[in-house]
């Protein structure tokens, strides 16, 4: 029935998969069952509200460095990671259980484009309050806000450098030989909102770079013996290593403003059209192609101007796209997607945390450890190579004889929906020597692992 | 040094995955044509050259590094003398000798096409060896290996899990990697690729990952070096020399490196990726010794850095960048190429160095003289349009 394979596109294109019965819960219209998933998130998943704040949490670390016991550091740094684990595998928990993957998926997605990772240990223990902070806002809310969320967040401008870069002109660059630094300046240009092909220049880069100086983390520039309970890692402007003067980045000036003359930069750059096709693009990649159809990408853009970054009547043009719901559904799952489709369908409950943790390790997409500030790739050949496929196989087949075996395998494969795609599976499937066999047929299908 | 199994190496080869589905015990690929070996290090993030050699006898290098130019020779922590003018940094020491017995060579000013400053779209310049990056992108060391003088079956090797640009392509490459999952049943695969049987992607892939050829480590070595990327580096390049110098094996590997993105703090992490490389290098060399006089390792990286220190004491993106070349082939302990100096008038920009070669001359150079594969492939195949770029003369001994 085409109306069932219209509830299996907005399953698992625009979620994580089914959960075990969740097929039933979808309407007769599937587009309409989607858009009724899209209302602001208001509070955080019951999962993720234990966990502390980026500021809270990071000032336990700026707190155990100038504390005098040595072992404080350690004991410290080690505590935080081990709760840095804890919420990493509940986050993975939330996508596993939620009822709004649609949400979750935009979660990972905007998480993805305004990288910030891991590979700068010192804020490691921040980053999931980075998601929680700057991200799940704005998911269903506007663009430019969440874009001056993600740049004004102090991880953001930890991991990209900006707290070390000083005004040449300005009060403290005037005295020492400290400069400024381009880093997020030019991450900003090339990876969030122009794209690499934006029609930048150098010249913009260093003009956006020098309007985001003082863009600081009100910890970071702090000397020791200063060190106070009110001095916190939260975003602070810090006016002395502000550089002075007019700025101009794509032939637009901003005035001296302070703070405000970098969020007028950014906020230009959220509107400029280059970043709706750029947006644009990378949507649709993410939820047509790999080979983004360039009408999709046209639509859009065009939602993306028409309403000035919305990104919940964006998320309901994507819906709305006619490409989105073509099949057999092309894309590849990343290991994380794999993991969390796996287990909503499999519907084990209380999964240990080694269960979630290792697999993402194993395949190369630990959350918040992205390689590079572009984040992970959207693309099959990112994730899909011969090695990476045999190691899919031999993680599916492994975790298939732990999973607590609750329903066969029989209810388990109807609950997918995938025998409709290939009828060969539920022969294989019924013919298989042990349930946990049978499992494994189902999870390593090439339609399981496309979504 | 154990028999291999499937999961740890993923043949990328059709043909011979259906022979080892039939239950051919033992198959390995034909002796590859050549046995010269190749083995390229990407030191991905963009490499300060001037901090890998210094221009300790260049008074600009100091006037524009007050905080982080590596100290005249002689001076604590001071450089290691190679002519005069270069110096080599003191962690990596261990390569001195391989300089004085020239088997090592310094190329100072190098770089890409690519006159942009984003490092992903750099290494694809880099590795896919042109500037128009629209389409399907393949390698041109992958390119390289279809000419028919380099052997049949999987030619090249990737150390890592993914396979990196540099060996993508029509040519068949092999992967390793480590991990300690239990073998899958010769049947599950079997069921497999029956099922995967409408979907080329899938069925491809799983061909190419289940033939199973030759032995290598399997207890890895720990360095005791904190940082994972290191660890997967140095693993990398163990294997890579005892998978290369076996007989029936691929000729030519690729090693990454992570982290010479120096924006910040630039003297102790180079001083820990210095330490590391040089520990890869002499890995190479030591497991690679009954062919040192036919291996070529090759050390590049995506572009250069800024000549002067930025304000918080590390480089930012730069065009001209530094490579080198080591092994018994290479007519070494000289710095080949020009320099253009660290003048500011002498700068891209007032602030970089100039390239006084390209990549692509290097490139031709290895694939020519090394290799052996003739000219015309060159020009036709892996470098398309590059007549104008010449091999350099004289990288290797005659």
Same mark, same amino acid.
């Given at each position: 029935?085409?109306?069932?394979?219209?509830?299996?596109?907005?399953?698992?294109?625009?979620?994580?998969?089914?959960?075990?019965?969740?097929?039933?819960?979808?309407?007769?219209?599937?587009?309409?069952?989607?858009?009724?998933?899209?209302?602001?998130?208001?509070?955080?998943?019951?999962?993720?509200?234990?966990?502390?704040?980026?500021?809270?949490?990071?000032?336990?670390?700026?707190?155990?460095?100038?504390?005098?016991?040595?072992?404080?550091?350690?004991?410290?740094?080690?505590?935080?990671?081990?709760?840095?684990?804890?919420?990493?595998?509940?986050?993975?928990?939330?996508?596993?259980?939620?009822?709004?993957?649609?949400?979750?998926?935009?979660?990972?997605?905007?998480?993805?484009?305004?990288?910030?990772?891991?590979?700068?240990?010192?804020?490691?223990?921040?980053?999931?309050?980075?998601?929680?902070?700057?991200?799940?806002?704005?998911?269903?809310?506007?663009?430019?806000?969440?874009?001056?969320?993600?740049?004004?967040?102090?991880?953001?401008?930890?991991?990209?450098?900006?707290?070390?870069?000083?005004?040449?002109?300005?009060?403290?660059?005037?005295?020492?030989?400290?400069?400024?630094?381009?880093?997020?300046?030019?991450?900003?240009?090339?990876?969030?909102?122009?794209?690499?092909?934006?029609?930048?220049?150098?010249?913009?880069?260093?003009?956006?770079?020098?309007?985001?100086?003082?863009?600081?983390?009100?910890?970071?520039?702090?000397?020791?013996?200063?060190?106070?309970?009110?001095?916190?890692?939260?975003?602070?402007?810090?006016?002395?290593?502000?550089?002075?003067?007019?700025?101009?980045?794509?032939?637009?000036?901003?005035?001296?403003?302070?703070?405000?003359?970098?969020?007028?930069?950014?906020?230009?750059?959220?509107?400029?059209?280059?970043?709706?096709?750029?947006?644009?693009?990378?949507?649709?990649?993410?939820?047509?192609?790999?080979?983004?159809?360039?009408?999709?990408?046209?639509?859009?853009?065009?939602?993306?101007?028409?309403?000035?970054?919305?990104?919940?009547?964006?998320?309901?043009?994507?819906?709305?796209?006619?490409?989105?719901?073509?099949?057999?559904?092309?894309?590849?799952?990343?290991?994380?997607?794999?993991?969390?489709?796996?287990?909503?369908?499999?519907?084990?409950?209380?999964?240990?945390?080694?269960?979630?943790?290792?697999?993402?390790?194993?395949?190369?997409?630990?959350?918040?450890?992205?390689?590079?500030?572009?984040?992970?790739?959207?693309?099959?050949?990112?994730?899909?190579?011969?090695?990476?496929?045999?190691?899919?196989?031999?993680?599916?087949?492994?975790?298939?004889?732990?999973?607590?075996?609750?329903?066969?395998?029989?209810?388990?494969?109807?609950?997918?929906?995938?025998?409709?795609?290939?009828?060969?599976?539920?022969?294989?499937?019924?013919?298989?020597?042990?349930?946990?066999?049978?499992?494994?047929?189902?999870?390593?299908?090439?339609?399981?692992?496309?979504? | 040094?154990?028999?291999?199994?499937?999961?740890?190496?993923?043949?990328?080869?059709?043909?011979?995955?259906?022979?080892?589905?039939?239950?051919?015990?033992?198959?390995?690929?034909?002796?590859?044509?050549?046995?010269?070996?190749?083995?390229?290090?990407?030191?991905?993030?963009?490499?300060?050259?001037?901090?890998?050699?210094?221009?300790?006898?260049?008074?600009?290098?100091?006037?524009?590094?007050?905080?982080?130019?590596?100290?005249?020779?002689?001076?604590?922590?001071?450089?290691?003398?190679?002519?005069?003018?270069?110096?080599?940094?003191?962690?990596?020491?261990?390569?001195?000798?391989?300089?004085?017995?020239?088997?090592?060579?310094?190329?100072?000013?190098?770089?890409?096409?690519?006159?942009?400053?984003?490092?992903?779209?750099?290494?694809?310049?880099?590795?896919?060896?042109?500037?128009?990056?629209?389409?399907?992108?393949?390698?041109?060391?992958?390119?390289?290996?279809?000419?028919?003088?380099?052997?049949?079956?999987?030619? !090249?090797?990737? &150390?890592?899990?993914?396979?990196?640009? %540099?060996?993508?392509?029509?040519?068949?490459? +092999?992967?390793? =990697? *480590? $991990?300690?999952?239990?073998?899958?049943?010769?049947?599950?695969?079997?069921?497999?690729?029956?099922?995967?049987?409408?979907?080329?992607?899938?069925?491809?892939?799983?061909?190419?990952?289940?033939?199973?050829?030759?032995?290598?480590?399997?207890?890895?070595?720990?360095? !005791?070096?904190? &940082?994972?990327?290191?660890?997967?580096? %140095?693993?990398?390049?163990?294997?890579?020399? +005892?998978?290369? =110098? *076996? $007989?029936?094996?691929?000729?030519?590997?690729?090693?990454?490196?992570?982290?010479?993105?120096?924006?910040?703090?630039?003297?102790?992490?180079?001083?820990?990726?210095?330490?590391?490389?040089?520990?890869?290098?002499?890995?190479?060399?030591?497991?690679?010794?009954?062919?040192?006089?036919?291996?070529?390792?090759?050390?590049?990286?995506?572009?250069?850095?800024?000549?002067?220190?930025?304000?918080?004491?590390?480089?930012?993106?730069?065009?001209?960048?530094?490579?080198?070349?080591?092994?018994?082939?290479?007519?070494?302990?000289?710095?080949?190429?020009?320099?253009?100096?660290?003048?500011?008038?002498?700068?891209?920009?007032?602030?970089?160095?100039?390239?006084?070669?390209?990549?692509?001359?290097?490139?031709?150079?290895?694939?020519?003289?090394?290799?052996?594969?003739?000219?015309?492939?060159?020009?036709?195949?892996?470098?398309?349009?590059?007549?104008?770029?010449?091999?350099?003369?004289?990288?290797?001994?005659?």
């Amino acid at each position: 029935m085409a109306d069932n394979k219209m509830t299996f596109t907005a399953l698992n294109r625009f979620g994580f998969g089914p959960k075990f019965g969740e097929a039933r819960q979808v309407s007769k219209d599937p587009q309409a069952w989607l858009r009724s998933k899209i209302k602001p998130q208001k509070t955080l998943p019951v999962r993720l509200q234990k966990y502390d704040s980026y500021a809270v949490s990071m000032s336990k670390i700026y707190h155990s460095v100038v504390s005098e016991n040595p072992e404080d550091k350690r004991l410290t740094r080690r505590k935080l990671h081990q709760i840095f684990h804890e919420e990493t595998a509940d986050r993975t928990r939330v996508m596993i259980e939620t009822d709004n993957a649609f949400y979750e998926r935009l979660v990972t997605f905007w998480a993805n484009h305004f990288t910030v990772s891991r590979s700068r240990p010192w804020i490691a223990p921040g980053l999931a309050a980075y998601e929680r902070e700057a991200i799940r806002p704005h998911v269903f809310g506007k663009f430019e806000d969440m874009l001056l969320a993600a740049i004004g967040h102090p991880s953001m401008l930890f991991y990209l450098d900006n707290i070390k870069s000083i005004g040449p002109n300005s009060a403290l660059g005037l005295r020492g030989r400290r400069s400024y630094n381009e880093n997020l300046a030019r991450e900003i240009l090339e990876l969030h909102t122009l794209g690499v092909n934006g029609g930048y220049g150098l010249e913009d880069v260093k003009e956006l770079a020098l309007g985001l100086t003082g863009w600081a983390d009100g910890a970071f520039m702090f000397r020791q013996q200063d060190y106070t309970d009110d001095i916190m890692p939260v975003f602070k402007f810090i006016p002395r290593i502000h550089e002075p003067g007019t700025r101009t980045v794509m032939g637009e000036t901003f005035p001296q403003n302070g703070v405000e003359q970098g969020r007028a930069i950014l906020r230009h750059l959220a509107h400029h059209p280059a970043t709706s096709e750029f947006i644009a693009q990378k949507l649709v990649r993410h939820f047509v192609a790999d080979d983004p159809p360039a009408a999709a990408v046209k639509t859009i853009a065009k939602a993306f101007r028409d309403t000035k970054g919305d990104l919940a009547k964006i998320s309901a043009a994507l819906i709305d796209l006619k490409a989105a719901w073509a099949q057999p559904l092309s894309k590849v799952k990343t290991p994380h997607e794999l993991v969390v489709s796996l287990y909503r369908v499999a519907g084990w409950k209380n999964i240990p945390q080694r269960h979630i943790l290792e697999p993402l390790k194993l395949l190369e997409q630990e959350p918040f450890f992205a390689p590079s500030p572009a984040g992970w790739g959207d693309e099959a050949g990112d994730w899909l190579t011969s090695g990476a496929l045999i190691r899919r196989l031999e993680w599916i087949r492994a975790i298939c004889a732990r999973i607590p075996l609750t329903r066969s395998p029989r209810d388990i494969l109807a609950q997918a929906g995938l025998a409709q795609f290939n009828p060969a599976l539920s022969r294989k499937v019924e013919n298989a020597p042990s349930a946990d066999y049978a499992l494994a047929l189902i999870f390593c299908s090439a339609e399981f692992q496309r979504r | 040094m154990i028999d291999l199994s499937r999961r740890k190496f993923f043949g990328h080869s059709a043909a011979l995955a259906s022979l080892v589905a039939a239950g051919i015990p033992n198959l390995s690929f034909a002796q590859a044509a050549t046995d010269k070996r190749l083995v390229v290090i990407v030191l991905r993030g963009a490499m300060d050259g001037l901090h890998m050699m210094p221009a300790y006898g260049d008074r600009h290098y100091y006037r524009s590094r007050p905080k982080i130019a590596v100290p005249k020779p002689g001076e604590q922590g001071g450089a290691l003398d190679l002519n005069g003018y270069f110096g080599l940094h003191p962690k990596l020491g261990k390569l001195l000798p391989l300089y004085k017995a020239g088997d090592m060579a310094i190329i100072p000013a190098i770089a890409t096409g690519y006159r942009e400053r984003s490092h992903f779209d750099g290494q694809t310049v880099l590795e896919s060896g042109t500037t128009n990056m629209a389409g399907t992108l393949s390698g041109w060391l992958n390119r390289a290996l279809s000419n028919e003088t380099t052997g049949h079956g999987p030619k !090249g090797l990737a &150390l890592g899990k993914n396979v990196p640009l %540099l060996l993508r392509g029509p040519s068949d490459v +092999m992967s390793w =990697a *480590q $991990d300690n999952l239990p073998d899958l049943e010769e049947e599950f695969l079997n069921d497999m690729a029956k099922l995967f049987v409408k979907d080329p992607l899938f069925s491809e892939n799983l061909e190419r990952g289940r033939s199973k050829t030759f032995s290598a480590p399997k207890n890895m070595m720990t360095s !005791g070096k904190s &940082l994972r990327s290191l660890n997967n580096f %140095l693993e990398g390049t163990q294997a890579a020399g +005892m998978i290369l =110098a *076996q $007989d029936r094996s691929p000729r030519i590997a690729v090693v990454d490196m992570l982290g010479f993105d120096t924006h910040y703090g630039q003297i102790p992490r180079m001083d820990v990726l210095f330490d590391a490389l040089a520990d890869g290098i002499m890995m190479l060399r030591k497991k690679l010794s009954k062919h040192w006089d036919k291996t070529t390792i090759l050390v590049i990286s995506e572009f250069g850095r800024t000549v002067a220190e930025n304000g918080s004491q590390g480089t930012d993106h730069g065009r001209g960048g530094m490579s080198m070349l080591l092994g018994g082939t290479v007519g070494g302990g000289r710095v080949a190429g020009d320099w253009p100096g660290l003048s500011e008038k002498g700068l891209h920009e007032g602030r970089e160095l100039k390239a006084a070669i390209s990549y692509e001359a290097l490139f031709k150079s290895v694939l020519i003289s090394h290799l052996g594969l003739p000219r015309n492939f060159v020009e036709d195949v892996v470098f398309p349009q590059s007549r104008a770029t010449k091999p350099i003369e004289g990288l290797f001994k005659t």
